[in-house]
């Protein structure tokens, strides 16, 4: 199902039949470094890991993660953005990751900025965060690009890393 369009991309929500493309986002070198192994290795794996996040977050908050598919090359499939409602933070999170191929070439930045239009008017959303690694360079300067400013460190997960916490009024 579609939920919105950009210049450039088509934001659907993510199904089953995804479950190949989320293995192979899964394991991109970035996603490990930066989002951590989720330990799914197999399409099986990959299809609960769907039930269990994306199909349960749209059920429950009617928003969640959405893929990215562009318009010029077939509907290919190249990335995720969406809103996520985590118990730990006190305002709902936006992210976004790509396929490696897709980086650097505003494709982060357009996905974001429609997930933000739909935080606000669609959902009725006030105020977003983002939560990110200190290393993680990229998604700073495409938070910070958005509007979103800077916090505090937090840690919100039990793993006790400490995450620079963004947040913006929308």
Known sequence: MIIAETERLLLSKITLDDASFLLELMNTPGWLKYNGDRNVKTLEQ?????????????????????????????????????LLQRDNLDHVDIGFSLLPD?????????AASEIMNLAKNKFNIKTLCAITLPINQPSIHLLEKLGLSYQKTVKPFEDDKELLLFAKDL
């Open 46 to 82: 990959a299809v609960n890991h769907i039930k269990n996040n994306q199909l349960k977050c749209y059920e429950t908050h009617e928003f969640g993660y959405y893929k990215l598919q562009v318009k010029a090359e077939n509907l290919k499939t190249i990335g995720t953005s969406g």
């Open 102 to 110: 897709y980086h650097g070439k505003g494709y982060g930045y357009e």
